[in-house]
């Protein structure tokens, strides 16, 4: 079965802090894609990422960067020096098979304190 | 380009009625999926549609069915109502298989 497993509930920080979101996956396919999505308080889901499972590559955009490893099947987010307007829930996702399915982690809600 | 769009954004049904959402992807998209958000469940996968054929279907019963239009744009009917069916209903288009998916801003249903 696949699964999609987003352990921290909420997290806290100060401004300007590091935080990282993990994100573990389960899935026997060897072909699938993995995504994070931004919702914030608004509640539109924001697309952030999208990799796939063959580019093993960290990624990095601006403040926010992705650190990729099969071997530990984790896809974790690392937003540096974070600011009040990362305030939201993080989703992590996976997409397998011949289909845009998306099967959504619990979301980790990132509160940031100026 | 204009973003995902879906009316209404706020509906307030009474339990045993139906309902019709809608939603119009982004232009040149053809793929529309349709996922429920609850605080309870989280997000789930409703169904998924390319040109005109539903491509895949969530575990939902058969109260929940969808269709889409030869222009993409879809629509979701939920019929006889349950104060469960109360939630966030997000549509997302893409412009091809297990590219990134763009969200719309959602309608929020409630069941009285």
């Known amino acids: 079965a696949q699964k999609v497993t987003q352990a921290q509930t909420e997290i806290s920080v100060v401004e300007k802090e590091d935080v990282t979101l993990d994100c573990v996956y389960e899935?026997?396919?060897?072909?699938?894609?993995l995504f994070w999505y931004k919702q914030p308080p608004s509640g539109e889901l924001v697309f952030l990422i999208r990799r796939n499972s063959f580019d093993e590559q960290n990624e990095i955009s601006g403040r926010y960067s992705w650190n990729f490893q099969k071997s530990t099947s984790s896809f974790n987010f690392t937003i540096t020096a974070s600011q009040v307007v990362d305030s939201a829930v993080y989703f992590c996702a996976l997409s397998i098979d011949n289909t845009d399915k998306l099967i959504f982690g619990t979301g980790t809600r990132l509160q940031v304190f100026p | 380009k204009a973003g995902v769009t879906q009316t209404p954004r706020y509906l307030i049904k009474t339990r045993g009625q139906q309902v019709t959402l809608s939603c119009s992807p982004i232009?040149?998209?053809?793929?529309v999926s349709w996922y429920q958000q609850t605080p309870g469940q989280g997000l789930q996968f409703l169904f998924e549609?390319?040109?005109?054929?539903?491509?895949n279907k969530g575990n939902f019963p058969g109260r929940f069915s969808g269709r889409q239009f030869s222009n993409s744009r879809s629509e979701m009917n939920v019929s006889t109502l349950e104060l469960g069916d109360s939630a966030l209903y997000l549509c997302?288009?893409?412009?091809?298989?297990?590219?990134?998916?763009?969200f719309g801003p959602g309608t929020r249903l409630t069941v009285t």
């Open positions: 549609y390319f040109s005109e054929t539903q491509r």
């Open positions: 997302a288009s893409s412009s091809g298989l297990r590219y990134e998916q763009y």
């Open positions: 232009s040149g998209h053809r793929s």
């Open positions: 899935t026997r396919d060897t072909t699938y894609y």
